[in-house]
C-alpha cells in the first residue's frame, strides 16, 4: 500500500522557518516527480513546489520563490520542503504528492498524496 507521510507542520511567528518531511513507502519513487501543495481554509488546493524524478529540475509558485526550497532524497524515499521568511498568508494545510511521470507538475494530476501537515504562521 503506497503511502505518503508529511511531517515537520507547526506554529511558527512571522519571519521564521519550518521544514517539512515527506516520507513515502509502499513503493520505490525514485521515477516519480514530487510536489508540495497547501489549502488554507475557505481555499482551493494550490500549488506550492514541485521536482523532477532526478532532482535536477525545480518548479515554485510564485508566492513562495526566493523563500522555499524542495529538495529530495531518493535514497530515503523522502522529499522535503525548507520554508523560510514565513508569512501569516503561507498558514494552510500541506499537502506531499507522487506522480508515476519523471516531469514535475503544477497542476493536481499526481497520483498519490498525503494526509497534511498544518502550518500556522501568526503575525
Known amino acids: 500500500q503506497v503511502q505518503l507521510v508529511e511531517s515537520g507542520g507547526g506554529l511558527v511567528q512571522a519571519g521564521g522557518s519550518l521544514s517539512l518531511s515527506c516520507a513515502a513507502s509502499?513503493?520505490?519513487?525514485?521515477?516519480?516527480?514530487m510536489g508540495w501543495f497547501r489549502q488554507a481554509p475557505g481555499k482551493g488546493r494550490e500549488f506550492v513546489a514541485a521536482c523532477s524524478a532526478t532532482g535536477r529540475s525545480t518548479y515554485y509558485a510564485d508566492s513562495v520563490k526566493g523563500r522555499f526550497t524542495i529538495s529530495r532524497d531518493s535514497a530515503k524515499n523522502t522529499v522535503y520542503l525548507q520554508m523560510n521568511s514565513l508569512k501569516p498568508e503561507d498558514t494552510a494545510v500541506y499537502y506531499c504528492?507522487?506522480?508515476?511521470?519523471?516531469?514535475?507538475?503544477?497542476?493536481?494530476?499526481?497520483?498519490?498524496w498525503g494526509q497534511g501537515t498544518q502550518v500556522t504562521v501568526s503575525s
Open positions: 509502499g513503493r520505490t519513487f525514485s521515477n516519480s516527480a
Open positions: 504528492a507522487a506522480r508515476n511521470y519523471a516531469s514535475a507538475s503544477d497542476a493536481l494530476n499526481y497520483d498519490y
